[in-house]
T-cell receptor
Framework: DGGITQSPKYLFRKEGQNVTLSCEQN?????MYWYRQDPGQGLRLIYY???????QKGDIAEGYSVSREKKESFPLTVTSAQKNPTAFYLC?????????????FGQGTRLTVV | AQKVTQAQTEISVVEKEDVTLDCVYE???????LFWYKQPPSGELVFLIR??????QNEISGRYSWNFQKSTSSFNFTITASQVVDSAVYFC????????FGAGTTVTVRA
């Protein structure tokens, strides 16, 4: 079945460690996105990519890094520079170009710093 | 600056009541799209409806309807005859050059 797969579902990180969240899609979408959601809050855009080997910072990119080496994959690294990384992370994809295509979301990764 | 504003943080209704969620957006683009998404307790966002900036015709799809008014930059969403399964967080989103979300409205439907 086509869709977006995020892994792992739950992730625990020690302070000072980098961790990488995986996002894979088989929808043949050009655009991919990473959002952060804190309890009781909306989704804030971290990074987005409209095409392979290109990506742009969103509203809260500090302390995060991404790569887009393949169309299907858009991993997010939460670095030790991110001061408060505990949150729910959602990955999404959509067709690029026309702005009217809806984004499809993965099931999310819940990251906790211990 | 907040691009998408959802005025209601929480709404609680009794089953079969109608629920209207307000959304106001801000963009300088003339071409943009607006969406409503639902986030059930499982966490995954589910796409509900889409409207482009050129089409102000309001529609009904099953128990969902929406009211898009470009003059007031509003895109309100209504659930008719609510059911317990409608309990979720609902997000309004704007797609101009990126997809931006409002803070969400938590809807609780009581039996």
């Amino acid at each position: 079945d086509g869709g977006i797969t995020q892994s792992p579902k739950y992730l625990f990180r020690k302070e000072g460690q980098n961790v990488t969240l995986s996002c894979e899609q088989n929808l043949n979408h050009d655009a991919m996105y990473w959002y952060r959601q804190d309890p009781g809050q909306g989704l804030r855009l971290i990074y987005y990519s409209q095409i392979v080997n290109d990506f742009q910072k969103g509203d809260i990119a500090e302390g995060y890094s991404v790569s887009r080496e393949k169309k299907e994959s858009f991993p997010l690294t939460v670095t030790s520079a991110q001061k408060n990384p505990t949150a729910f992370y959602l990955c999404a994809s959509s067709r690029a170009g026309p702005r009217g295509t809806e984004a499809f979301f993965g099931q999310g990764t819940r990251l906790t710093v211990v | 600056a907040q691009k998408v504003t959802q005025a209601q943080t929480e709404i609680s209704v009794v089953e079969k009541e109608d629920v209207t969620l307000d959304c106001v957006y801000e963009t300088r683009d003339t071409t943009y799209y607006l969406f409503w998404y639902k986030q059930p307790p499982s966490g995954e966002l589910v796409f509900l409806i889409r409207r482009n900036s050129f089409d102000e015709q309001n529609e009904i799809s099953g128990r969902y309807s929406w009211n898009f008014q470009k003059s007031t930059s509003s895109f309100n969403f209504t659930i008719t005859a609510s059911q317990v399964v409608d309990s979720a967080v609902y997000f309004c989103a704007l797609f101009d050059y990126k997809l931006s979300f409002g803070a969400g409205t938590t809807v609780t439907v009581r039996a």
